[in-house]
């Protein structure tokens, strides 16, 4: 009989990442935008793709989109790197960067692919604790980072799943103590009052990573890239990225994508209305609710369990996550902002449930 080896490192008693695929009508469950991407860009996308050379391999260094993203962050394209979503950038960071015998810190409750990534690295996981009200304590930033002295610091900003941006004065003070390198994580940086990005500099530690997945509506291509110093950029694509690991496809619909942005701002201003919209609407039933400046909302009942009403919610076709169970979040739902129609949909169904 053949014996299969164990999983390497704490991968056999890692639970995966997963929010439910559960067949609802209405899915305000990944934070994704409701909206698909315009019609132009889906016709110049057919064309584009019809002609290109797919028996080759792509531009292993993804000039052109790297030029044009540069242009849209008025950084240089050598700052620049790109690969299969951010997440697939956040796991290339650790693996240059963290590591056996490295440290990466954060701070719950936060983006739990950060913690996950760092495991699968073997990255050594400083935990650091949000306040109560979910904000980020610079005393507990400078405890953990003086303790730990990790190689990686993960900021996330606005913070997944509690919504809120960090202010710029938590992120340069972050810098100035950090023994190493910052990430900020800007997945949701559209809806955010300002970004990191302009503290980036060839000497200075910050990376700050983007996606396509949220406010361009292309969660389907997979797409995500970070803006950093030359040296860090290089050490990616030359040390931690696998050749060619950015398809000829995605390369040029990232770069089609920025073309339409103002249409993804139009949907941006749509969600922050909606956004407002929603959460008067929560604010007239029995749960607490913190303030975002994302795309979703973190929302407690207040007399109910919180599993029990995501399963009443799934009961009349609402889909959202179910975060009751993760640390510090104890009886927590998140929502995505949807259409008008889906958001109606979501708050007679919590009013319902409740
Ligand atoms: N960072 C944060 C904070 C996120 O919420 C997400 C998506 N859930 C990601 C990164 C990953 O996005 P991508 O689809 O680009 O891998």
Not at 36 to 65: I, K, M, Q, W
Not at 161 to 166: A, D, K, Q, V, Y
């Amino acid at each position: 009989m053949a014996t299969f080896p164990q999983l390497q490192g704490d991968l056999g008693v890692l639970d995966g990442y997963h929010s439910a695929q559960v067949d609802v009508d209405v899915r305000l469950n990944t934070n994704e935008s409701p909206f698909p991407p315009p019609p132009a860009f889906r016709t110049a996308l057919a064309e584009a793709v019809a002609t290109l050379p797919l028996h080759r391999y792509p531009d292993r260094s993804c000039h052109a989109l790297r030029a044009d993203l540069a242009r849209l962050h008025s950084v240089r394209p050598d700052q620049v790197f790109v690969a299969n979503g951010s997440n697939e950038v956040l796991q290339c960071l650790l693996l240059a960067y963290g590591g056996p015998g490295r440290t990466a810190a954060l701070f719950e409750p936060t983006y739990a692919m950060h913690g996950t990534i760092a495991r699968m690295t073997r990255t050594t996981l400083a935990e650091g604790q949000r306040a109560d009200d979910l904000s980020l304590p610079l005393a507990e930033v400078r405890r953990v980072l003086g303790q730990e002295s990790p190689a990686v610091t993960f900021l996330c900003s606005p913070n997944n799943p509690t919504g809120r941006s960090e202010p710029q004065e938590v992120v340069e003070e972050v810098l100035a103590i950090a023994p190493g390198l910052v990430v900020v994580d800007e997945a949701y940086a559209q809806f955010a009052p300002w970004s990191a990005v302009a503290l980036v500099a060839d000497d200075v530690p910050l990376v700050v990573t983007r996606t396509y997945s949220k406010t361009w509506s292309m969660a389907g291509v997979r797409l995500g890239y970070l803006i950093g110093p030359a040296e860090v950029v290089a050490a990616l694509w030359d040390k931690a990225a696998l050749p060619y690991h950015v398809d000829a496809l995605k390369q040029v619909a990232g770069r089609l994508a920025l073309r339409f942005t103002d249409e993804m701002e139009d949907r941006v201003a749509l969600l922050v209305v909606e956004r407002e919209r929603v959460t008067a609407g929560l604010a007239r039933l029995p749960v607490d609710t913190w303030p975002s400046d994302a795309n979703f909302l973190l929302f407690r009942p207040r007399h109910r369990d919180g599993a029990e009403v995501w399963a009443g919610l799934v009961d009349r076709s609402v889909l959202v996550r179910d975060c009751s169970s993760w640390p510090r979040l104890e009886g927590c739902l998140r929502v995505t902002i949807g259409t008008p129609a889906e958001n109606d949909a979501f708050l007679a169904a919590l009013e319902d449930v409740l």
